[in-house]
């Protein structure tokens, strides 16, 4: 099992920014990908961003592609998210995952506490 451990939400307005990041640690050797999804009130989780632990390549919803982008620091076991431009339907709890992959929340196995980003209009 892997544990995931968010920081880096708060408030920010409309047109900001943040920087989420995960810390991984436990059995991280078996992880195959890592992502980011997000949930907000009265919403499904939805699928944010992903990337591939061992060799990088990355995947990301069309609602924040070239605004949204997510990295890792392998041998610091780290994940982020750096959000740009960010509007007010982008507030959501964001979650870390790890496990297989893909886009569908069932392929990852270890989850993060999530950590709250709201934007301002």
């Known amino acids: 099992q892997v544990q995931l451990v968010e920081s880096g939400g708060g408030l920010v307005q409309a047109g900001g920014s943040l920087r989420l990041t995960c810390a991984a640690s436990?059995?991280?050797?078996?992880?195959?990908?890592m992502a980011w999804f997000r949930q907000a009130p009265g919403n499904e989780r939805e699928f944010v961003a992903s990337i591939n632990w061992r060799g990088g390549s990355t995947d990301s919803a069309d609602s924040v592609k070239g605004r949204f982008s997510i990295s890792r620091d392998s041998a610091k076991r780290m994940l982020y998210l750096q959000m740009n431009s960010l509007k007010p339907d982008d507030t959501a709890v964001y979650y870390c995952a790890a496990g297989v992959g893909g886009r569908n929340r069932w392929g990852y196995d270890s989850w993060g506490q999530g950590t709250q980003v709201t934007v301002s209009s």
């Open positions: 436990g059995r991280t050797f078996t992880t195959f990908e």
